[in-house]
């Protein structure tokens, strides 16, 4: 039976470990996203590959397109498709929130951090159903958009390896949040957020 909110007020049964307000999200991403950990190492690095195949494809389509053309499709990728890809992701995120059996899902933006996200107002999830939630995103999306460099043509093989690199480095959030559950593999943990208050609690079974 999956837990309710009530359940992990339960102290002979669950202890709170971290209670984060919204407004000190980045805080929290950026203190993960330094804990050297194989994740992290693997996140980076495969940052570092969407890098090389965009610098890949820009060397290989080197005089073959006028400035203009190339001005634009180096605009599409750097900006107007990231735009784009927003809520295209974050819908990728509320799909699996809904499979975990979440109902009441919000998404939301604090622009003075610029970020975007996704909640569950007060559904309880494991580690699991929260790593599937975070990971979805990321994995579809660069799947999708390496089949398409491989098959288009030169500068959309150019625009789409750019938004590759920089969806990439959208996902740096989620990829904190995974390094929180990786660094506390040890704990079983269950995590809400609750989208009145705009905090995320996450506690441990004792």
């Known amino acids: ?12 049964r669950f202890r709170q470990i971290q209670a984060i307000p919204y407004s000190d999200l980045i805080s929290f991403v950026l203190e993960y996203l330094r804990r050297n950990t ?11 590959i969407f890098i090389a195949v965009a610098v890949t494809v820009r060397i290989n389509i080197a005089g073959y397109f006028s400035f203009r053309n190339l001005f634009l499709h180096s605009v599409l990728g750097f900006i107007i498709f990231p735009v784009l890809m927003i809520p295209l992701h974050e819908f990728m995120h509320v799909v699996p929130f809904w499979l975990t059996g979440a109902r009441r899902i919000r998404v939301g933006a604090d622009l003075k951090q610029y970020i975007f996200y996704v909640t569950a107002h007060r559904h309880v999830i494991k580690a699991g159903q929260f790593r599937l939630v975070a990971l979805v995103p990321y994995i579809m999306v660069s799947i999708t958009l390496l089949v398409l460099i491989f ?3 030169g500068l959309w093989k150019w625009s789409l390896s750019v938004l590759l690199f920089v969806h ?3 996902c ?26 705009k905090m995320a609690y996450f506690y441990e079974e004792i």
């Open 168 to 170: 990439g480095t959208m």
């Open 38 to 48: 194989w994740l992290m190492m693997l996140y980076w690095s495969l940052c570092i």
């Open 1 to 12: 039976m999956a837990l309710k909110v009530g359940d992990l007020n339960d102290q002979s």
């Open 151 to 153: 098959f288009l043509p």
């Open 172 to 197: 740096a959030g989620d990829f904190a949040m995974l390094n929180f559950y990786f660094i506390n593999r040890h704990r079983k943990i269950y995590t809400y957020d609750d989208a009145d208050e």
